[in-house]
């Protein structure tokens, strides 16, 4: 298993991307929905090195199973402790998960049996006909015969696993990939992608009305598509740009009581087929917790991100605001700080003519390609500047080579002869280097490295 976002082999370009599937575990307290998602982040082997990460409290994690990527949601880590218990927001949180996701992992309990909340979540996913798999956790013996109980779901073969000990998720991750909607085709585009994101109320909506003049009609989704990903043209001065899922955050209001878990796997889906976030945030709230943890959803699922401080309308001091904001986003988030950011008031109409030129400039630093002699003198001078330090028994390695092997984020591979010796430190040295000579700001770099005689 490994999880990262590119998966790109080297040599191979990456002109456009597609569209990863989103697979959600839903289920009762308790039945081990967080135990089998650990498992899978467990059994995560790190190929890449990426942007160095802020620590985070991860509810959702990319992975990859016989070769195909998908996004793996807990929606129990999302559920305040205190409603935990409920049936009512369990079976809430359930309809949500059952509309957003390409794929249901439906997680009940051995020990327990089937009781009647699971008999109501089981009645929903038949109803909406979204393709689930029935997975029965906590069965430690083989054979048991508990887990037939639960054909009376009506959801097909119940699959047993042992989530604490992983028996079973092998087959079970076959299974899931197995009932994936296939691979779709690649999506080309003149310009570029963008997912307008941001927690509710930050003026999702109304930026996108803003610039795409107000909805006369709002599209319904398509019968048997779970997503309703109806993308926008988005005709400005500088060209033509498509809005990714505008019809998605029009419609969102009827889920402003439930914020996070919607907006972070709405934000999922939609960065997933984009090649720009704009993440909107709030000026008058400032760039919190939640802006951070999605800045990184939006550079791991390998967006390139331009921060868009909206409501600058109600800012007295602008000039002292945006230097406070920006300081105390580089305090808080030291690893964000580089990302560019621009102040606008969708409702005032402030600014809004920037935003296409700097989401231009987005797109084109996440498709940017640096001819390989470049890279070399580079790495040649950054080596002379500080050479890799060599291991605890005296061996320092050999960088012979730096080429870019992917666009779209793009990705450098660096050939060493023991990529082993090249500790942690100076891989972040190289990137953070890498990222500074060539001007990239607020785009996904991967760093690989690959051994090499
Ligand atoms: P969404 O949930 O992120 O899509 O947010 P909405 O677009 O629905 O906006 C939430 C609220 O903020 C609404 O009452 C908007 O009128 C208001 N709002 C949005 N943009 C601005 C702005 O630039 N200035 C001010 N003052 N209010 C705004």
Excluded at 219 to 231: C, I, R, S, Y
Excluded at 351 to 358: F, I, R
Excluded at 387 to 413: D, K, M, N, W
Aim: net charge positive; aromatic share 6%.
């Amino acid at each position: 298993m490994t999880a990262s976002a590119a998966t790109g082999a080297p040599g191979r370009v990456a002109a456009a991307r597609m569209s990863t599937p989103v697979v959600a575990i839903i289920g009762r307290p308790n039945v081990g929905k967080s135990t089998f998602f650990n498992r899978v982040l467990g059994e995560r082997r790190a190929v890449v090195h990426d942007r160095p990460g802020i620590t985070r409290d991860r509810n959702t994690a990319r992975a990859e199973w016989a070769g195909r990527a998908f996004v793996l949601v807990d929606t129990g880590g999302f559920l305040p402790a205190a409603l935990e218990g409920r049936d009512a927001e369990v079976r809430r949180q359930a309809e949500i998960a059952i509309e957003l996701a390409d794929l249901v992992l439906f997680m009940v309990d051995a020990k327990s049996g089937l009781t009647d909340l699971d008999l109501a979540i089981g009645q929903s996913l038949r109803k909406r006909g979204v393709p689930a798999l029935v997975v029965v956790n906590k069965v430690d013996r083989a054979g048991d015969p508990v887990v037939h109980e639960f054909h009376r779901l009506g959801l097909g073969a119940p699959i047993p696993v042992a989530a604490e000990s992983g028996t079973g998720s092998g087959d079970l991750l076959d299974q899931l990939v197995a009932r994936l909607p296939p691979p779709g085709a690649a999506e080309r585009e003149p310009l570029g992608r963008v997912a307008i994101i941001g927690r509710p109320n930050v003026g999702k909506s109304s930026i996108v009305n803003a610039l795409l003049g107000e909805p006369r009609m709002i599209v319904e989704p398509a019968a048997g598509t779970t997503m309703d990903a109806v993308d926008a043209r988005w005709k400005t001065e500088v060209g033509e740009l498509t809005l990714v899922d505008t019809a998605g955050i029009r419609r969102q209001a009827q889920y402003q009581d439930q914020p996070e878990f919607y907006a972070t796997v709405r934000a999922l889906h939609a960065l997933e087929r984009a090649d720009v976030a704009g993440l909107v945030v709030d000026a008058t709230a400032g760039f919190q917790r939640q802006e951070a943890r999605l800045a990184q959803e939006a550079l791991d699922a390998g967006c390139s991100v331009l921060l868009v401080y909206n409501k600058w309308d109600l800012i007295a001091d602008r000039e002292r605001a945006w230097k406070a904001l920006t300081a105390e986003r580089a305090s808080r988030y030291p690893t964000l700080a580089d990302l560019p950011a621009t102040p606008i008031s969708a409702t005032a109409r402030l600014h809004l003519g920037k935003l296409a030129p700097l989401l231009l400039k987005r797109v084109e630093e996440h498709r940017r390609r640096i001819p390989t002699p470049r890279l070399n003198e580079w790495l040649r001078q950054v080596q002379r500047r500080r050479a890799a330090p060599s291991t605890r028994l005296g061996r320092a390695p050999h960088i012979y080579y730096i080429t870019q092997t992917c666009v779209g984020p793009p990705e450098f591979t660096l050939f060493v002869n023991a990529p082993s010796r090249l500790n942690d430190n100076y891989r972040r040295f190289l990137w953070r280097e890498l990222a500074a000579r060539f001007d990239f700001h607020g785009t996904p770099l991967r760093l690989r490295v690959r051994k090499s005689e």
